[in-house]
């Protein structure tokens, strides 16, 4: 069995694409993904699943959601060891100038095609910076995330990949849900 991080973008929203946590880890503990555990409103869900591959996982947790609410959510699956490796490897946390609350991590539904990395334009987004990870971009809002040009519209439509982000308090957060799962 496989253990998986199931990251939903844009649920729970301004009210926008209502999904309650309880009737979601119903949903997919009676189609079959079992020790299904929800942090937080905003679509963190681990599952464990026979499928090893994380972008199967995606898409079926996709096609259940479309099936059950009427409604498209894009969906990154990520494995246990792909989250500690985000987790370890965010070049930012080496700079002591850095608060933890500016830091991001856009997760990417799979590696960017190099030609599309080199359309992420850093002055664009200047003051904000980002490193390209692999399967993660690194995010610093050097104000605001709010009132930011990196946006996942901005990410997505640069790298032609999908994307959903968590701040860095969420990411800590689920690495040690994951390390809880296996006591």
Same mark, same amino acid.
């Given at each position: 069995?496989?253990?998986?991080?199931?990251?939903?973008?844009?649920?729970?929203? &301004?009210?926008?694409? !209502?999904? +309650?946590?309880?009737?979601?880890?119903?949903? =997919?503990? *009676?189609?079959?993904?079992?020790?299904? #555990?929800?942090?937080?409103?905003?679509?963190?869900?681990?599952?464990?699943?026979?499928?090893?591959?994380?972008?199967?996982?995606?898409?079926?947790?996709?096609?259940?959601?479309?099936?059950?609410?009427?409604?498209?959510?894009?969906?990154?699956?990520? &494995?246990?060891?792909? !989250?500690? +490796?985000?987790?370890?490897?965010?070049?930012? =946390?080496? *700079?002591?100038?850095?608060?933890?609350? #500016?830091?991001?991590?856009?997760?990417?539904?799979?590696?960017?095609?190099?030609?599309?990395?080199?359309?992420?334009?850093?002055?664009?987004?200047?003051?904000?910076?980002?490193?390209?990870?692999?399967?993660?971009?690194?995010?610093?809002?050097?104000?605001?995330?709010?009132?930011?040009?990196?946006?996942?519209?901005?990410?997505?439509?640069?790298?032609?990949?999908?994307?959903?982000?968590?701040?860095?308090?969420?990411?800590?957060?689920?690495?040690?849900?994951?390390?809880?799962?296996?006591?």
């Amino acid at each position: 069995m496989y253990n998986h991080l199931v990251l939903l973008r844009g649920i729970n929203v &301004s009210g926008q694409k !209502l999904i +309650k946590m309880e009737e979601l880890r119903n949903h =997919l503990t *009676d189609n079959g993904f079992q020790n299904v #555990q929800t942090y937080i409103q905003s679509g963190n869900v681990f599952v464990t699943t026979a499928e090893a591959d994380p972008n199967v996982v995606e898409q079926q947790v996709a096609a259940l959601l479309l099936d059950k609410y009427g409604f498209q959510v894009t969906v990154v699956a990520i &494995s246990e060891a792909g !989250l500690k +490796k985000v987790f370890t490897n965010n070049p930012f =946390l080496a *700079d002591a100038a850095i608060g933890l609350k #500016q830091l991001y991590v856009a997760f990417l539904s799979e590696v960017p095609q190099q030609e599309n990395v080199g359309k992420l334009d850093a002055s664009f987004v200047h003051p904000d910076t980002f490193t390209m990870g692999d399967r993660a971009l690194y995010l610093c809002y050097h104000n605001n995330a709010g009132n930011s040009k990196m946006t996942n519209n901005w990410i997505e439509n640069r790298l032609k990949v999908t994307a959903t982000s968590r701040n860095w308090n969420t990411v800590t957060k689920l690495v040690a849900l994951f390390e809880a799962r296996k006591g």
